[in-house]
């Protein structure tokens, strides 16, 4: 059974940096892709990021662009989303998710993931 979980979220400060991590489990193929959500009270779930598992391509969403980095670990079967320069704008629950092998491609829409996490709280507040 495919699982993905995150960790990493927490309280932070204006202007400051956190790591979250997403780990899978339970996939036979390389051949997938995670996705980054963020979700705010009462808006909708917004793609961030995404990142491919075989190629380590990513892409972002403009709001993050200039301060987010993505990278991954296959020997560990984790995924990174390195946050910096961090708003209060960024408060949200975070979620990673993964598309179902053999499919691929970095999407932006919440229904081109299959398995998804419990979610993170980030808190960025003085």
């Known amino acids: 059974q495919a699982q993905v979980v995150e960790s990493g979220g927490g309280l932070v400060q204006p202007g400051g940096s956190l790591r979250l991590a997403c780990t899978t489990s339970?996939?036979?193929?390389?051949?997938?892709?995670i996705g980054w959500f963020r979700q705010a009270p009462g808006k909708k779930r917004e793609w961030i990021s995404g990142?491919?598992?075989?190629?380590?391509?990513?892409n972002f969403a403009d709001s993050v662009k200039a301060r987010f980095t993505a990278s991954r670990d296959n020997a560990k079967n984790t995924v990174f989303l390195q946050m910096n320069s961090l708003k209060s704008e960024d408060t949200a629950v975070y979620y990673c998710?993964?598309?179902?092998?053999?499919?691929?491609?970095?999407?932006?829409?919440?229904?081109?993931?299959?398995?998804w996490g419990q979610g993170t709280q980030v808190t960025v507040s003085s």
């Open positions: 990142i491919s598992i075989s190629t380590g391509s990513a």
């Open positions: 998710a993964a598309t179902r092998p053999p499919f691929a491609e970095l999407g932006r829409g919440p229904h081109e993931y299959d398995f």
């Open positions: 339970g996939f036979t193929s390389d051949h997938y892709a």
